[in-house]
């Protein structure tokens, strides 16, 4: 698979690691941040390179904060964010770099400083963002999201999540298509938390292995997230063990690519994995 020249054989997992741009991400926003609300860009080179190092394959930038309750930010500020980042890390890494953003200006601008990945929690729903992928030639993650950040979570409802969450992938995928956006450059997300009590995130992870009936990679994000701290009581920072046994679960149903906060301990799961398949 490409990305803006950079190739990835998605048949092995993978890392991405994520770079919130936000001062309100859940798990770690305002880190990258001075107190008047600069970027500090020198400490964002060096937590990319350390997840690179780590064994992060792709790096996730996202400048709008997604939690459950989250408020959108304007377009002008998501790209003041994300593009200095976007341009810092093209500059110095040789590393994927992903875009988290469903902001057609955004996607255009971060393609055209070298970002290989779309990763759209709305799947290209917002007017322009189909078009706008189409245009850069760049790769994309279609991810599902019952309602919106800031009402997900009020009494999401399914008959059967993982056959629903199928069919708006499927229709999603129908759309770029129609669009111009060819299946080699796309990849799916169940979108864990995005709309989904703890049980239909715990239906989600024992059943990924039917979206590989779809036939594409499926990228995965589990890191930290409420799924986590409900079941083990633990705050967000504490979850990293949890976090690694669901992307191992996750694993071993074939999924492509791991998002995480927690890059070189999910990177041991993912060595371990590799060594098993290849044994």
Known sequence: MNFAGKELDPATPHVMGILN?????????????SENGKLLLDK?????EAMQ????AILDVGGESTRPGAKPVSPQEEMDRVLPVVELLSS????????DTSSAELMRASAGLGAGLINDVRALQKPGALEAVAETQAAVCLMHMQGQ?????????????????????NQRIAGCEQAGINRERIIIDPGFGFGKT?????????????FKQLKLPVL??????????????RPEKDRVAAGVAAASIALMQEVSIIRTHDVAETA????????????
């Not at 190092?53 to 992060?56: D, E, K, T, V, Y």
């Not at 110095?92 to 875009?99: F, G, T, W």
């Open 268 to 279: 041991d799961a993912v060595k371990l994995y590799r060594a098993l398949e290849n044994k």
């Open 53 to 56: 190092q780590a064994g992060a």
């Open 21 to 33: 741009i936000t001062p309100d991400s859940f798990s770690d926003g305002g880190e990258l941040f």
């Open 220 to 233: 995965v994000g589990l890191s930290r997230k409420r799924m986590l701290g409900t079941i083990t009581g």
């Open 149 to 169: 950040p800031s009402t997900m979570q009020n009494e999401p409802e399914y008959h059967d999540v993982v056959v629903e969450v199928k069919e708006f992938l």
């Open 198 to 210: 703890l049980a239909h995130n715990l239906e989600l992870l024992g059943r990924l292995s039917e």
């Open 44 to 48: 964002i080179m060096q937590r990319a």
């Open 92 to 99: 110095n890494l040789d590393v994927i770099i992903s875009v």
